[in-house]
């Protein structure tokens, strides 16, 4: 996959992306822990024949390097923005998960002029004390033992029904797999949480001026639905949409994930035909 070097806080980063598919660009930002292949995988496949789609690997994450160190919010808007600069894309409809999710707000109020739309899943606007206190505990169980932490994401990352249908097999497998995921990019994981527990973008919301679509899972424990409401209110006309499920939505529900996200990004170029007349 392509590489472009950005200058960041820490000096230069070297930022992985993914490039596929054909049209409009459609940028895509993963969440804490993912990288661009792994959190969008189904949707690529679902929109690459609609989309140029570039999903690049956040510092932490994938094949994406830099000097290490505390990883800003900014450093974060400049990885999207070089990656789309770097696979020719002027103007770009915007989409993330989670963490990404701020991430792509923060870049659609930071570079209004370049974003066409925005849809966000899971997203939250500043981190309030029972989520540092959550994330600071994500770090000390992932330092203590892995698959502590793993055993944890088992328990908040899904929604209700998706919990009570699951078997003991479901959850060790599960388990396995987070663990395995955990410790292999421990650093990077750790250095997320860190980016996690300082995010604050309420200044940069109102200055979002392309249709926005806010995602909500009803039953996200991790950044629960009211943190959604409150991006809502406070990005000017974005529409909030609730869905069944958890904060891990497309590992959960990846058919429901990916039917409300193409929805979204249907309602947004929508809207923005609409201005346009």
Known sequence: MPTVDVQISSGTSTVNYLVTGTGPGLVLVHGTGADGPGNWGPLIEALASRFTIVAPDLSGAGATRDAGGPILMD????????????????????????????????????????????????????????????????????????????????????????????????????????????????????????????????????????????????????????????????????QLVEVPGGHGLPFEDTDLFVRTFTEALNAVAAARSAVAV
């Open 75 to 238: 450093d974060l808007v400049r990885q999207v923005l070089a990656a789309a600069d770097h696979a020719g894309l002027d103007r770009f409809h915007l989409a993330g998960h989670s963490l990404g999710g701020t991430v792509a707000l923060a870049v659609a109020g930071t570079a209004p002029d370049r974003v066409i739309s925005v849809v966000s899943h899971a997203a939250w606007a500043k981190t309030d004390p029972w989520m540092a206190f959550q994330f600071d505990l994500w770090a000390r169980l992932t330092v203590a033992d892995p698959e502590l932490q793993a055993r944890l994401l088992q328990c908040t990352a899904m929604g209700d029904a998706t919990l009570r249908a699951r078997s003991d097999a479901d959850f060790q497998a599960a388990t396995e797999g987070f663990t395995a995921a955990i410790s292999a990019a421990s650093d990077g994981f750790l250095r997320q949480v860190e980016a996690d527990r300082a995010v604050d973008i309420t200044a940069l919301l109102p200055r979002i001026t392309a249709p926005t679509v806010i995602i909500s899972s009803a039953d996200d424990r991790i950044v629960p639905p009211h943190h959604q409401r409150a991006v809502a209110e406070a990005v000017p006309h974005a």
